[in-house]
């Protein structure tokens, strides 16, 4: 499959030609195809907020190459701008982005900009709404009046509204409870479903990219080390925790269980699984 | 009541209505925490947490019943440098929280604001520095430090000041995984080795897994309020709070819905690890499968 989002080594330099320069990317081959579920993990400072700024034109590369659909987003400045309405990006702590008088016209904004005529705009901002699970109610109300959860929400409906092909979201569950966090991820996982779109997400937590993407994507100092099912990945663990990352809780209590010479599979990552192979391992050993 | 380093009593709060009715926020909670305790404080957003945590050092004043620090009225206005001097806030987003220019200055703030002489100033910032494991950072700029070790001397402004106390509001929410244990050691030793109290406020279940005791608020209300392997087992009720349990919490609780007979109350990957070994090992009986 063709990828729709691309980078063909992409270097990034900061402060370029002062005493500050520094590389945040080192030609980095990053790929994500149409409708995949990917997930980049890295430490603070490992080049991948650099990252994820290349792949709707935010940034520039110093080097190398931006792909979208197998063609140069810096093309012309046409193709930049199409590029921003088909590569969407959420931020990190995105509620401090509102800034409307109404949430419907929060979510309004990204889809007039790019142009649609009113009753577009507004079967966008409904449809919008609903990925994100916001009542109908909740259109008219000021999104200062709502909690942190439901402003996060709005601001990921603004994104959505444009019918990105790319979706890319910079920790969209950071400082939620528990509660929170499920409801987005079940949001961006609707989407994903529904409009086949490709979902890009960083996240710190291990626990979650093991249950929400198809593969992952590793950066560490600039550079890609690791990128592959979570399965694959995670058999890295000793490399991930020396990369300050480290493996799911799941994967280390197997890890420690086949240190004492507990027979049991390697490429646990997630609580189902964990039970699975528990469930499977009594059942062995009940038949022996 | 001198037992308690903090004590509220049948607190009430409100945010001030400019129209209508103003919702309750706290609603009668009366909580004591001794000395040298470390308690972790979990609820959903809205629980009415952070809004108690801000009671704590007299950021926010009752609307209804009372907060003692160190047996001091949190409402007497003439005592409120004496409350803050006893109990030090950490909030959660170190860029909000850092004044200075060098890690030294702004590790040397509270101590200046309070009036101390300056030779004790130094040898309160070398001391708070060498607590927090920043000692080598005295003298770099904070804007280029790691969000964990901006914590960290966020953590040593607040020790400067010689508080018995510590109130940590969701510290390490915007953290990576080696910020997160860099701040959650830090607190956890300046706990055991200097026995300095503190009130962790956080969202991350296996960081109150490490607290003495936990509180669950809901509502405005205390809904439990013991030890973590304890609350920890009521899985469904957390759940039904909007809460969750620390992963090998959940993975036991799954074994048990599969007639699996094991105790819930291994919090941490290791004790996981031990349970599962017995339990496969055949030390513990089967009554299924």
């Known amino acids: 499959m063709a990828a729709i989002i691309e980078t063909k080594e992409l270097t990034h330099l900061y402060s370029a030609g002062t005493p500050f320069e520094h590389t945040a990317l080192h030609a980095v081959d990053f790929s994500a195809d149409p409708g995949e579920y990917v997930a980049v993990i890295g430490r603070t400072g490992s080049g991948k907020s650099t990252l994820i700024q290349h792949l709707n034109g935010l940034l520039k590369p110093t080097s190398g190459q931006v792909l979208f659909d197998g063609t140069d987003i810096w093309e012309s400045k046409e193709r930049t701008r199409q590029v921003r309405c088909q590569v969407g990006l959420v931020f990190q702590y995105p509620e401090y982005q509102l800034f409307e008088e109404t949430v419907y016209q929060d979510i309004a904004f990204g889809p007039k900009n790019m142009g649609l005529d009113s009753d577009e705009v507004d079967r966008r901002v409904k449809q919008s709404a609903r990925f994100v699970g916001l009542e109908p109610g909740v259109l008219e109300k000021s999104p200062f009046d709502l909690s942190g959860g439901q402003k996060r929400r709005v601001a990921i409906a603004g994104v959505i509204a444009m019918e990105p092909q790319v979706l890319v979201l910079d920790e969209p569950t950071a400082g939620l409870d528990p509660a929170g966090s499920a409801r987005i991820l079940d949001n961006i996982r609707t ?69 004492m010479g507990v027979e049991l599979p390697a490429s646990v990552y997630t609580i189902p699984q964990a039970r699975e192979a528990i469930l499977a391992a009594l059942h062995r050993r009940e038949e022996r | 009541m001198s037992q308690s380093i903090i004590q509220t009593e049948k607190l009430i709060f409100r945010y001030s209505a400019e129209e209508g009715a103003a919702p309750t926020v706290l609603d009668g909670v009366s909580l004591s925490i001794h000395p040298g305790q470390f308690v972790a404080v979990l609820g959903h957003n809205g629980s009415g947490k952070s809004t108690l945590a801000k009671h704590f050092n007299a950021i926010l004043l009752p609307s209804g019943g009372k907060v003692y620090v160190d047996g001091i009225d949190t409402c007497d206005e003439d005592r409120l440098l004496d409350i803050r001097r006893q109990v030090g806030m950490v909030f959660q987003n170190p860029d909000n929280q850092i004044v200075a220019s060098v890690v030294e200055e702004d590790v040397a703030f509270g101590p200046e604001n309070l009036g101390v002489p300056s030779q004790e100033i130094r040898e309160r910032v070398d001391a708070a520095l060498a ?159």
């Open chain 1, 191 to 259: 989407y994903h479903q529904e409009k086949n779109a490709c979902i890009i997400l960083v996240s710190h937590s291990m626990e979650e990219v093991a249950r929400e993407a198809e593969r992952l994507v590793v950066i560490h100092k600039g550079t890609i080390p690791f990128s592959g099912p979570p399965a694959q990945v995670f058999a890295h663990g000793d490399e991930l925790e020396a990369m300050g990352l480290g493996v799911p809780a799941m994967t280390r209590v197997f890890a420690r269980l086949r240190a």
């Open chain 2, 131 to 289: 607590a927090v494991g920043m000692t080598e950072y005295a003298r770099h700029a904070p804007h280029l430090l790691s969000g964990g070790q901006k914590q960290r001397v966020a953590i040593a402004g607040v020790l400067a000041m010689r508080p018995r106390c510590i109130v940590l509001d969701e510290p390490t929410a915007m953290l990576d995984p080696v910020g997160r244990k860099e701040v959650l050691d830090t607190v956890k030793r300046l706990n055991r080795e200097q026995g300095i109290t503190v009130v962790l406020i956080t969202h991350h279940m296996d960081e109150a897994a490490q607290a003495d005791r936990l509180v669950v608020m809901h509502d405005g209300h205390i809904v439990a309020d013991d030890k973590p392997a304890l609350v920890f087992q009521n899985v469904d009720g957390l759940r039904t709070l909007g809460l969750e349990v620390p992963e090998p919490v959940a993975l036991l609780y799954e074994l048990r819905q599969n007639g699996v007979d094991v105790p819930l109350t291994a919090l941490t990957v290791d004790e996981c690890a031990g349970v599962l070994k017995k339990l496969l090992r055949g030390v513990i009986s089967q009554e299924q499968i």
